[in-house]
């Protein structure tokens, strides 16, 4: 397994949109669970994301309808498509990977952790 590696960040203006992609690695299964995670300055980091290894996908109420993960096993890609930004938004943004089916809860219990990539959006 290698460390999973983020693009796609930038600054962009409330209301924008981004897609960012992480490069991670597949297991002959496919990719398992895999999420994106972010974290403000001075602020714990937090999940945004999830999908497991069957597809099903999870978000927390606070990125609900507007944050979209998904995953393509055949480019060993996963994405986080971030709609109607807002400058609460603004953090960096990590994707990390466990190669079990389903994925745990906490950030600690993610085993590989990209380097992240930098959104930030004014107002």
């Known amino acids: 397994q290698v460390q999973p590696v983020e693009s796609g960040g930038g600054s962009v203006q409330a209301g924008g949109s981004l897609r960012l992609s992480c490069s991670v690695s597949?297991?002959?299964?496919?990719?398992?669970?895999a999420a994106w995670f972010r974290q403000a300055l001075g602020k714990q980091r937090e999940k945004v994301a999830h999908?497991?290894?069957?597809?099903?996908?999870y978000y927390p109420e606070y990125t609900k309808g507007r944050f979209a993960i998904s995953k393509d096993d055949a480019k060993n890609a996963l994405y986080l498509q971030i709609d109607s930004l807002k400058p609460e938004d603004t953090a960096m943004y990590y994707c990390?990977?466990?190669?079990?089916?389903?994925?745990?809860?906490?950030?600690?219990?993610?085993?590989?952790w990209g380097r992240g990539t930098q959104v930030t959006v004014s107002s």
């Open positions: 597949k297991y002959p299964d496919g990719i398992r669970c």
């Open positions: 990390a990977t466990r190669g079990i089916w389903f994925c745990p809860n906490r950030a600690s219990e993610f085993t590989f």
């Open positions: 999908i497991n290894g069957d597809g099903t996908t």
